[in-house]
């Protein structure tokens, strides 16, 4: 019998390639989703898939599924800056009354839960690179703390279903990831930066650009997140690529991927924004024998290639 999985956040960014994968992996996928930053666009490949069904639902929401669950990977919630700034009280309640329904689904049908949590639980970090020991320097009331607080939360309530219920819980801490299917207007800084080159506007750098993060592919990243799944650990692990940079150095970086004629520009940088981001993936290489494949240049292009089959007005519409 097939096993069956429910992926939250399937319209998204990773919650779709989430879908791609395990389809590939032949299990029955049920793809979960309120539309809120996500589009239908990156699962309509799979509407016409026997194995795939998709649920217009908000996860805040008491969580229904008929039948047999084995696995839960619950990834709804915005997720770009720009995003939860916009929607803070939604983005609250989906870390937490939307992982306490997951949880709750998970203990029902005594299935395997993974939790998407993030490099933000570290907030503007203190210790370099970020280990999972380290207890992070989150500002609890900063316009950013809406997702991160919301993040903490998820973490502690999946370990107290964990400890309490003995659940099968996996926590991912997922850093900085990017590729096809991110959207063009959310924010993050390489549709930001492409999508600025492509419609020949110059490139807004926040801050000076010494603040540094690590880029991962969104296949490395997947294949990260079934391994985990996978694996019987129940504790934290952080999953990224810790190959780092400044902004300023990605920004020129992009100048000469994409040839654009346009200069960088600086703007004032975000409130909280962390200056340095750097994962330690000792845990994961040990674990889950894992570890990055795919070079910062590889990812780019792809990514390139990607964005630059938009059309004219979809990249206008990518303005903010
Ligand atoms: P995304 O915005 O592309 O996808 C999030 C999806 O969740 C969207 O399709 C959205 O419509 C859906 N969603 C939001 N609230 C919902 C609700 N209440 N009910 C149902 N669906 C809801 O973002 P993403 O980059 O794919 O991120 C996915 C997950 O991974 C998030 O939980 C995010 O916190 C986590 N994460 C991502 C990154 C990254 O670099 N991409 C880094 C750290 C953590
Ligand atoms: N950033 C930038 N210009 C932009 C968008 C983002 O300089 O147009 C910076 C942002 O201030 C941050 C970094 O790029 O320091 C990564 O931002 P992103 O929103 O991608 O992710 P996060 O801050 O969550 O890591």
């Known amino acids: 019998m097939k096993k069956k999985i429910v992926i939250t956040g399937a319209a998204g960014f990773l919650g779709s390639h989430l879908c791609d994968r395990f389809i590939a992996e032949g ?21 016409q898939h026997k194995d795939f069904h998709f649920y217009h639902h908000d996860v805040t929401k008491f969580v229904h599924v008929p039948g047999k669950v084995d696995y839960i990977l619950h990834f709804a919630s915005p997720a770009s800056p720009i995003d939860y700034l916009k929607i803070p009280i939604q983005t609250l309640k989906v870390g937490s009354l939307g992982t306490h329904n997951l949880l709750g689904l998970a203990k029902e049908k005594n299935a395997r ?31 950013r ?12 309530i999946t ?58 592919y969104v296949d490395d990243q997947v294949e990260g ?10 504790l934290p692990v952080n999953i990224g690529n810790p190959h780092e940079i400044s902004i300023l150095d990605f920004a020129e970086e992009i100048i000469k991927l994409t040839g654009t004629q346009q200069k960088i520009v600086f703007k004032p940088l975000p409130k909280d924004d962390p200056m340095q981001r750097q994962p330690d993936i000792a845990k994961a290489k ?3 024998g894992w570890e990055p494949k795919i070079s910062r240049a590889e990812g780019l292009k792809t990514t390139y290639e990607y964005f630059k089959g938009f059309s004219k007005e979809a990249l206008q519409k990518s303005e903010h």
């Open 159 to 216: 370990m107290a279903y964990h400890r309490f219920h003995g659940l099968e819980t996996r926590i991912a801490r997922i850093f900085n990831t990017y590729g096809p299917r991110m959207r063009l207007n959310d924010g993050r800084v390489i549709p930001a930066f492409l999508g600025q080159a492509l419609r020949g506007e110059d490139l807004t750098v926040f801050g000076d650009g010494s603040q540094t993060r690590s880029f991962c």
């Open 145 to 156: 703390g809406v997702y991160d607080e919301a993040k903490r939360f998820q973490e502690s």
């Open 286 to 288: 040990e674990i889950l």
């Open 27 to 47: 299990f029955e996928v049920i793809g979960m989703d309120n539309l809120i930053t996500g589009d239908l666009k990156n699962i309509a490949h799979l509407f």
């Open 113 to 143: 839960i993974l939790i998407a949590s993030t490099s933000e639980v570290y907030g503007d970090p203190l210790v370099h690179p970020q280990n999972e020991a380290y207890y992070g320097n989150v500002n609890t009331i900063g316009p």
């Open 225 to 234: 997140l079934y391994k985990l799944l996978m694996s019987d650990y129940s």
